[in-house]
């Protein structure tokens, strides 16, 4: 027996008792080794696919971890230049207030006011 359809209805107190009645002994263990090998067969099938779609998502994983260590690493260059930038900027602007001061004192000078 491949299928077993189930139907439920209410109860209407036909029998006093019902009974099972099974088949010679070794019938029925071999219809019940089939039907354990058949669900045995589904299950190693069910943990083939589970392992393929595992692999599947470890590789998808590990692309993923690749495409995050190149944006940390662009992260870490952007960062980079932004310090080097703000570094000449300052040293930049250091210079002309210095050359303004400069200037201011030398103005002054001619000016009489020191």
Known sequence: MDRLEVQFENFKAEF??????????????????????KLLYKSVELGEESVSIGKKMLEKQD???EKQDMML???????GEIRGLREDLKSFMEERFNRLEREIEIIKAKLGML
């Open 63 to 65: 692309k993923m971890l």
């Open 16 to 37: 006093e008792y019902f009974e099972i009645k099974r088949g010679e002994w070794h019938e029925e263990l071999g219809e019940r080794l089939d039907a354990a090998g």
């Open 73 to 79: 690493e662009k992260q870490d260059d952007t960062i």
